[in-house]
């Protein structure tokens, strides 16, 4: 189940629980899931009873009971908790990662796309040489969320001049890094010079891209495809609880990246994209490390290596999506 299944289940829930006149309140045009900020409160959370409560006249924890108890038993969710004053607790069943890395290459290029609807957008596009850029970029966001618009300021004339200059000193694909990174109140600091190494975030992101095609191209030599499934070893030497923690920080990333895609272009920040494709990364190489996804020496390529790659080329697909619609390349060579 991939946080859009679950935001729908439990916008049927409501829908329900409204139609049986178990609350009386409007039903809400989505509801947002999002991982939980602390560890071992389920795989995602949910605040829709906090904020039903006020229209409804009960206390959240009230709702939240309500809403729990036509959960429960649902499709793809093995446990839903209340927590604190009335937030919900999803964990999700066993292969939810597995139908999550499914979707994802289902869904290939499109995968974060949304059907166009008019949601509206916050901010304003400066127009100077970051505008530019920023305005590019959110064309993009706003098509794959369906989105509005964001007003733009008028360019202004030096602008096209400048970005050029910034674009001849540094590249494009590092001058588009460096003008989109920062958020929109944040001043942006241009590098002296694009550095192709670890310490750059440009660098690493573009780097885990390449990393997951070169997984895919050995494993191709080695005789063996990706194909979905458990990517937690079961070896004596292995440690299954580094392993999980690993696989659940990526596959969250990768389950919420339509969400970011969504944000982005809903706040005109395209930063948030940028921020959740350095995190990707990251997460990525973490993993790669608990979880090789190739076979080491003499071993033969097992189920847990075809599931492994089919999670690094669901990474890939994230990495390059994201890298499209802020305008950088994503290199298959590093």
Known sequence: MTPAELSRTVLRSV?????????????????????????????????????LAKEAGRPALEIAEILRQRLVG???????????????????????????VRHVLADGAR?????????????????DARGIVVAEALARLTRAAGAGRPEQSPPAPDAAAELAGIVA????????????RPAARDAV??????????????????????????????????????????????????DT???????????????????????????AAPDRMVRHLEATADAFFRWCEECPPLPVGECKPLAVHRARLALAEATGTVLANGLRLLGVSAPEYL
């Not at 908790?81 to 069943?93: D, R």
């Not at 550095?195 to 191209?217: D, H, K, S, W």
Request: hydrophobic share 40%; aromatic share 6%.
């Open 15 to 51: 829908r329900g629980a409204v139609a049986e006149k178990e609350l009386s309140v409007p039903v809400p045009e989505r509801i947002v899931v999002r991982p939980p900020k602390r560890a071992g409160c389920g795989d995602y959370a949910s605040n829709v009873a906090l904020q």
């Open 241 to 267: 609880a580094t392993q999980a923690s690993a696989t659940q920080a990526l596959a969250t990333l990768l389950a919420t990246y339509p969400a970011t895609v969504e944000a982005a272009a809903r706040h």
């Open 74 to 100: 649902s499709a793809g969710i093995a446990r839903v908790e209340i927590a604190g004053p009335g937030f919900l607790n999803f964990t999700l069943g066993d292969g939810a990662q597995t139908a999550l």
């Open 189 to 238: 600091r241009l590098p002296a010079r694009p550095v192709q190494r670890a310490e750059n975030p440009r660098f690493r992101v573009q780097y885990a891209y390449a990393r997951t095609r070169a997984l895919m191209r050995n494993a191709r030599d080695l005789g063996f495809v990706s194909e979905p499934g458990e990517v937690a070893s079961a070896g004596p030497r292995s």
């Open 169 to 180: 000193r540094l590249g494009d694909d590092e001058a588009r890094w460096a003008l989109l």
């Open 111 to 127: 995968y974060g796309e949304r059907e166009p609807e008019e949601l509206p957008v916050d901010g304003r596009v400066p127009g």
